[in-house]
């Protein structure tokens, strides 16, 4: 299995059979999956990013398929937005902060963009983890930044 971390109605999948897919034509939802012994079962797949719908044999089930990047930020979304009290936010990657969204003393909302760092010619918004006040803005647009070195503190 790759470095992807598959989840079923909330459960992990360690082991997935090999199956044979092949997709629908006229509906791109649709698939026939034929499995290693020869059954064959018409699938509905809806959805996109990492969160999915499956519905196979009438029953219609939850599936995520999060890479190893998106798991360490989805933990560390959930920690931060536990944590009580001041919040460093650090660079998950290197690269050239080229905007900057949040000031001192803005009041900010959980997902309200903050800065934005780019990073292999590809943009990646930097996003508050919780609600709160910016204490400090660390960086300042233009400058290169390390993994790890800090772009802001809430409140």
Known sequence: MSDLEIRVEGSDVQDLPQATVAWSADDPRVALVITPNGARHTVVVEGAG???????????????ARTWRERVLAEAESAASAHHGPLDISATLPGLVVAIEAEVGAEVEAGDRLLTIEAMKMQNEVRAPRAGKVLEVAVAAGQAVATGALLLRLE
């Open 50 to 64: 990492s969160e999915w719908a499956v519905t196979v044999g009438g029953r219609r089930l939850a599936v995520s």
